[in-house]
């Protein structure tokens, strides 16, 4: 084990045990119905007065552990600063489900080096308290036991996908992922939307869903789940193939043994 690999994994249970204060607290606050919020501005206006707090404790306790760290102000922005140390967190993964009152929601936080992931954690509270965490090198985790993707054929396999995170800017990835949500649809079992982005790619990592995959540059949604994933031996790329990065204008990982069927349905709609 190298000595980055022994920093991160020190560094590892103390930066869960914040991602799980914040989502304990998230989760006391939650309401049980759906937010009233008739407007946009409304449901948001709610919600920061929720996520607030909450993002402001992460990083109070994410700043203490790691104070040479910056931080990345908006985890929506689709990028992160391509040199140097960073915190990426989302304290409320999943916030249209949180506002709803549903239990799909997630507290991530993610440790970047120079544009990629190094340690990750990812905890659903209100899903049975799961926590996916990883650090590059060193593998994967879910409740503190080592994962690994499931091999299933392409026909049998539920799929993970979102929606591109900037529908209403990015034309061509809305487009995309309409004409390949058809295309994958006649090639699997299922096709779910379950919430959280980062999530659903850990998900990939513990078998749970056999690929996910999405369009559109999305670096602060992906980059825990991918990290997650890689570590745990899924394949991860762009939808064509190539090497996925915080760049990418597409994202697939799957089970290795799924990959290249997934990938054919995908260039198959361009």
């Known amino acids: 084990m190298n000595d980055e690999v022994q920093e991160l994994k020190e560094l590892l249970p103390a930066v869960e045990a914040a991602v799980r ?6 989760a006391e606050m939650r309401p049980a119905e759906p937010t009233p919020g008739r407007t946009v501005a409304e449901a948001m206006a709610h919600f920061a007065e929720l996520d607030g707090p ?16 910056g931080w990345v102000t908006d985890e929506l ?5 391509a040199e140097g140390e960073w915190w990426l967190c989302d304290a409320t993964d999943g916030a ?3 506002l709803l009152g549903l239990p799909h929601w997630a507290v991530t936080a993610t440790l970047v080096r120079d544009g990629a992931a190094v340690l990750a954690v990812v905890h659903a509270p209100q899903l049975g308290g799961r926590t996916y965490r990883a650090v590059r090198g060193g593998g994967a985790e879910l409740d503190g036991r080592a994962v690994a993707p499931l091999e299933r054929e392409l026909a049998v396999a539920v799929a993970g996908t979102s929606q591109p995170p900037s529908a209403a800017a990015d034309r061509v990835a809305l487009r995309r992922a309409g004409e390949s949500l058809t295309a994958v649809l006649g090639s699997v079992l299922a096709v779910r939307n379950l919430g959280p982005t980062s999530l659903q790619v850990a998900q990939v990592a513990s078998g749970h869903l056999g690929l996910f995959w999405e369009y559109g540059a999305d670096a602060g949604n992906l980059l825990p ?16 193939g190539a090497a996925w990065t915080a760049g990418s204008d597409g994202f697939l990982a799957a089970a290795p043994g799924l990959h290249g069927d997934v990938l054919k349905v995908l260039r198959s709609v361009g």
């Open 54 to 69: 909450a993002a402001a404790l992460l990083r109070a306790r994410l700043g203490e552990l790691r104070p040479q760290a």
């Open 225 to 240: 789940g991918a990290l997650i994933a890689a570590e745990a031996g899924a394949t991860v790329t762009d939808a064509v």
């Open 21 to 26: 204060e914040v989502g304990a607290r998230l």
């Open 96 to 98: 249209v489900q949180y």
């Open 77 to 81: 922005e689709g990028s992160v600063p």
